[in-house]
């Protein structure tokens, strides 16, 4: 992957990237990583620790449902690196189902794996940060929040609770110097679109063309986002060049969403 460096002032700093190993998380952790950060990538999956410029990832293997271990693993990034400047709350998505179709372990399924990873990770963060006296804490959140859209109801729904804790983690946390935000990606080229695209095809009878175009149509910029350009954004809240962002909530969508915010 090619980059260029932002100049962030996040060099030297260690960063958390949970469900870190593709996508949009794996862009985030790369990007982190190339402005000097060393970066704790934890998904299911692991590969060898790669040195990006100034800085490195580190894959750890670590699966968000399982709620012990996510218990214990802001502290272990802190026991193996000393601190923790940076914390990004990503998270697999959620099945896409009508809303009649799901079942109570679709939404337990998708409470475990959207919303209580994101408290216990944010809660374990935010004591770490607190000690320190700072630190920047970020929620990978979506569009849905602001504007469902079909079959995203597991999603919207733990999104909108997930963004409801980090709006009243960053009040409580601002006192102290410690920032919380969040990013709310709408439609993004990775793993998971394209494997809703395929669904939809399957579903729909259409090509996988006729699904891109239905996604890019109410895209203003005509085109969906790539996993970088949300990382990059997601990179300067996490810097010290955002030093007086705190409780937003930052939609990159293309124009998409034209609601009020
Ligand atoms: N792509 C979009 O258009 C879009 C738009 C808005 C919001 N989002 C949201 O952004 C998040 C990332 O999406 P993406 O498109 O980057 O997805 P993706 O390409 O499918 O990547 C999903 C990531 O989640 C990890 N993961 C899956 N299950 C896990 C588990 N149990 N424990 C730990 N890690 C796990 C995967 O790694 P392993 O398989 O190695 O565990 C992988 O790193 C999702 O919540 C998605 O809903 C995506």
Redesign the pocket.
Known sequence: MKEHKLYLGLEKGVALV?????????AIAHRLATEGMTVVA?????SEPEIVGDGRIESWA????DSDATGQLVQKVVDEFGRLDVVVL?????RILPVLDTNWSDWQLAHD??LRPVVQLGNAAGAVMRGQGEGSIIL?????VRQPAPGGVL?ASYRSAASAYVKALASELAPIGVRVNQV??????????Q??LEMKSANNGTTIEEEVAKVVKDVPLGR??E?TEIADSVAFLASPRASFITGTSLVIDGGAVRAAH
């Open positions: 949970t469900a870190g190993s593709r996508g949009i998380g794996r934890a998904s299911r999956s692991v670590h699966d968000l449902g990503n998270t697999p998505g959620p794996l959207l990978l959140s979506s569009t849905w999603s709310m990606p709408g439609a993004t080229g990775t793993d998971r679109m494997g809703i969906w986002a996993a």
